[in-house]
């Protein structure tokens, strides 16, 4: 926030939209989870917005101890967040019927605890201007149900790319959404997501190669990919990082230096949804997570390490996404993205014509 009194009321408001769309009720509790100083303008409209709507608000702040969640500076590990031993915290939590976090708890055992209490849960880190421009619509919302639909009546995904990517998942378990909101029990979110749709492959389940081309973009690297990457996958285990270039090398030294060998699994497949999310806003904006290039329309988001975001044994804290540009991506024999134009009518916003 630039700290102005307009610009943190134009946040409270957005706020109040976002909790609205979350179905926050004046009976509820809404608990803001933060740490240190980190995001506390975020805690701040929030519960300003939640009071306005006679919720029961309260701002739990725990001792700073992650770098994780700030997207700028430190080391990017999922799934140990400041909640990681604190059980009373973890049990004010589950009490609430509802949960703004500013951690990034996404991966970890606190959430899948919170969600089971049946707490809804949203996660909130990116810039202001980003959740402004990214807030969720009922019509992405709809396309993103398309997806779900499409994707859970599936048994395999497989995508290509002209570099040489061709892999074949096994659907193995749920299929999840993300909207940017939470309205429902127990349902986390993330604002914004955009609209993007993932499950995971079976344990022993993928096998093929992902060729990650150039304009490819590397998170949490932040970076546009300059030369090929390839993954070679066997039942369901990264094999072999190729590549002769720099940051073949850098992801193959990532990896390794975690030490870990789940940190060679696979992570969640998907597809993003989002026409207003820009594939190239990186090359001037390299604040936050990266959920903009998460999410724009037509990407593959392909990614490796931990699966226990939606009930897989695989608990790693090394997670790459990788967003992933003219790609082809079939459900069995259905195809959903042509050489990176979704082609499921379903799922295509109603103005955006196609490239090919
Ligand atoms: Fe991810």
């Not at 909207?179 to 955009?194: E, I, K, L, R």
């Not at 993932?198 to 093929?208: A, K, S, V």
């Not at 897989?312 to 259905?334: A, E, K, Y």
């Amino acid at each position: 926030m630039a700290g102005t009194s307009s610009s943190q009321s134009m946040f409270v408001d957005l706020c109040e939209r976002m909790l609205r769309l979350c179905k926050l009720q004046a009976s509820e509790s809404l608990i803001l989870l933060s740490q240190g100083q980190e995001r506390a303008e975020y805690a701040d409209a929030f519960m300003t917005a939640g009071q306005r709507l006679g919720a029961k608000v309260m701002n739990l702040r725990l001792p700073y101890s992650s770098s994780a969640t700030s997207g700028e500076v430190g080391v990017w590990t999922v799934g140990k967040t400041p909640l990681s031993g604190n059980q009373p915290a973890v049990d004010i939590l589950k009490g609430a019927d509802m949960v703004v976090e500013t951690l990034f708890m996404l991966f970890s055992d606190e959430l899948s605890e919170i969600q089971q209490a049946g707490t809804r849960i949203l996660t909130c880190i990116e810039p202001v201007d980003l959740l402004a421009r990214m807030f969720p619509t009922e019509e992405l919302k709809r396309r993103t149900d398309a997806a779900v639909e499409m994707l859970s009546a599936a048994s395999t995904l497989r995508f290509t790319n002209r570099a040489g990517t061709d892999v074949t998942y096994r659907i193995g378990y749920p299929v999840k959404a993300q909207y940017g909101y939470a309205d429902q029990p127990g349902q986390w979110d993330h604002w914004p997501s955009g609209g993007m749709v993932l499950t995971c492959g079976e344990d022993d389940g993928i096998d093929g190669r992902v060729v990650v081309d150039r304009g490819d973009i590397l998170l949490p690297f932040k970076q546009y990919v300059q030369e090929p990457i390839e993954f070679v996958i066997e039942a369901g285990r990264i094999v072999e990082i190729g590549g002769d270039g720099y940051q073949a090398e850098l992801v193959r030294q990532y990896i390794a230096d975690f030490a870990d060998p789940d940190a060679y699994g696979l992570s969640h497949i998907g597809w993003g949804l989002d026409e207003r999310a820009k594939w190239a806003a990186l090359a001037t904006d390299s604040r936050g997570h990266g959920m903009e290039l998460r999410a724009f329309l037509g990407n593959v988001l392909f990614s490796t390490g931990p699966n226990d975001l939606v009930g897989g044994p695989n608990h790693t804290s090394c997670h790459l996404d990788i967003p992933m540009r003219n790609c082809s991506l079939w459900c069995d024999d259905r195809p959903v993205i042509v050489d990176g134009d979704v082609v499921a009518h379903e799922m295509r916003p109603a103005e955006a014509p196609l490239r090919i």
